[in-house]
């Protein structure tokens, strides 16, 4: 399988947005898939605008954002974006990422996760991520890779009547 870790372009919108959906859907199978999940199915135009919203804010140098393909298609995604535009907290970007089901398990989301770090010097100092602290396999990417757990929020995610602990996470860049 060849594998490109590249930077996200304008005409991957339609490749994101139909993987977001597939997620979606993995997650309504999977009570701990790990990704937060919207009250209802985001319509076609919000996903457009969300996608939109990335890429201004990626050349604006307020993101970055790094896409996986393999085997001709998208199959995973890692975005930073800066926390917030206040001064006290700009140094810190927030990392969201995804690998497509049948792609994880491959060290796609290593690389894909390396190469957004490595994006990121320069634009931020820290990042930080919220992960499921059921998402095992997701906590050891991370650590792996040196980010570090600052706390826990108990029950921080609501699934029906489970509730699911949130661990947060930072990796300091300098």
Not at 7 to 13: F, I, N, Q, S, V
Not at 54 to 72: I, K, M, N, S
Request: a positive charge; glycine letters at 10%.
């Amino acid at each position: 399988m060849n594998v490109v870790i590249r930077e996200l372009r304008w005409d991957d919108a339609d490749a994101l947005i139909s993987n977001y959906y597939s997620l979606l859907d993995e997650a309504k199978e999977d009570p701990l898939f790990g990704i937060t999940q919207p009250p209802q199915r985001p319509d076609l135009p919000s996903e457009y605008r969300w996608f939109s919203e990335l890429y201004a804010a990626v050349l604006r140098w307020d993101a970055v954002a790094y896409v996986a393909e393999a085997d001709g298609r998208v199959v995973g995604m890692a975005e930073v974006r800066r926390r917030a535009t206040r001064v006290e907290f700009s140094h810190i970007g927030v990392l969201g990422m995804y690998v497509v089901k049948g792609y994880r398990g491959k060290g796609i989301g290593k690389a894909l996760l390396r190469k957004t770090i490595e994006g990121c010097r320069g634009k931020f100092e820290i990042i930080v991520l919220e992960v499921l602290a059921t998402n095992t396999v997701a906590k050891r990417l991370y650590q792996g890779m040196g980010f570090r757990t600052y706390g826990v929020l108990p029950g921080g995610v609501k699934r029906a009547d489970r509730y699911i602990d949130v661990e947060l996470m930072y990796l300091r860049l300098v």
